[in-house]
Each structure stands twice: as C-alpha cells, then as structure tokens.
C-alpha cells in the first residue's frame, strides 16, 4: 500500500531540513512512498491572487526526483490550515511533515497558529521540525531514529500514539524509552498503582512486538521540565505524543504541555491528536509502514 505523506511549505522552512528527514522516514522503501509538496497562497484577494510555485517547492520537488521518489506539487489559495487539513484528508494523507520556528519566537504556538491548528485537527500523525535547529547535534545524515521518547499520562488518549510509534521503530529500528512523569492532581493518589500497571502493559506489549523498551518513571510533578531534560540526557532523537485537552476534571497530557515541548524541544516530534475537530478521521492514527 503506497504511503503518503504531505508537506506544507511556506518558504521558512530549511530546504536542507526537509530533505534530510523526508530521505530519513523511510529510505528504504521510498518506492513504497509519495511526497506531496504543497503551497498555500494566504486568501487575501482570491479574485485576483495568482498561484505560483513557491521556489522551495521546486528545490525540494527537483531534488527528490532526482533520487526517482514518486513526488507531486500542489498550490492553492485560501486559508492555510484549512487548505492544509482538507489536502490530508482528499490523498488521504499518512503523515503530515511540517516546520515550525519552535523557541525562536517567530512562530510561537498559540491559539490560531497554523502549526498548533494542523495538530489539533489532522486526521494523521505531524512529524515537526524546527528550522533553527536544521540539523541533528551530532550531524548525522543516517540512522536519524535510534532513540524515541513517547511521554504518556497513563490514559488511553495518550497511549494511542503508540500503534504508530510501533511500526515507525520497527522501521528504523528504533529504542524506545516509554516515560511517564506524576502530575499534580488531588485523584491522583489513588490512580498511581493504575497508570504504573498500565505503563508496564505497554512496554512489554512493545517488547513482545520485537522492539527494545525501557520504562523511566518520576515523582517530580514537572512533566515538560523532566521531558524536556530527558531529551538531552537520553540524547532523544523523536519525541512521540499524543495531545488530548482536558477529560472531565483531570488535566492529563493537555494541550499545553505538547505546545511547550514542540516549542522547546531540540528533536523532532511526532505528534498525533488523539481527538481531532475534523470529520472523517479514523480512530487510531495511521503512521508509514514496512511494506509487507
């Protein structure tokens, strides 16, 4: 089955970025893939707004054709993450690539952010670069995905990342390092035997699958602060999360955590909404796979 995966540009991105994590996510069955570039034009006079090919498209476009992927471009005009979200859904789309400034401030992620609306509302994982940071810390160009870091709060929204995370480590052969963090919650006491025995499911369900896993839990109550230096001292590659508001009275791995660990992170992310706004979307998110 041909997978797909859709990258917006916008012309901030780094082009070498982009191309190194695209040749990354599946070189091996890159006859197996297809690259959607896509451009939208802000919808500010659509009467008369021309539709041109933004040149990082091109560069990309030509680059990748080069290397004989299977690549297509696309334009439209109108709103971004509108346009952005109904392309996913139209292919339909296996991944959505995409960049955003993380901490340099150009691009926060805030209420009515492009990046944060894409999250909120893809009906597919978005795999996150930042391109002020356009390169791995030890500049490697292979085996970009030896290490994965997924954060769970101990719910099922959280944990619906992981089918994906599975099939992607199984790809890249990836270690992955389950961590959970306590959270500061007056219920949360008499949850913790709970989430721990969940927790210990999970990983061993991931052992099972063939895939080297670790369990790292703490009592801090500081979960970015701890996620944040587990990325460095773990030398984290991706990081995989699910985001889901808040459920009922408990805030769990809420919105605002991903939000400051896509905005401080110094690895990518792969991130998933586990309740998506937009229609048509399937209950468990599709992720590249190893074609049989």
Known sequence: MEQTILIPI?????VDETLLYVRSISPKFKEAMRVVLMHVTPNVDSLNAAVEVHPHVNAIHNALQSEDWKVDRETRIGDPVREIIKMSILLPATMILMSTHGRSGIE????????EQVLKQSPCPVFILHSSKPAPA????EDLFKRILVPLDGSDASAAILSCVERFAKMHDSEIVIFHDELEHAEYIEEKAAIKAKLQEHSVALANAGLKVSLDMTTYKKPIREILDRIDSLDID????ATHGTHGDKIAMDESVTAEIVRHANCPLLVWSAEPQCPSVSAEPQCPTVPD
Do not use: Y
């Open 108 to 115: 926060r992620i805030r209420e009515g952010s492009v990046t």
């Open 138 to 141: 030890d500049n490697r160009t």
């Open 10 to 14: 916008d012309g901030t991105e780094s």
């Open 238 to 241: 991706l990081v995989s999360m």
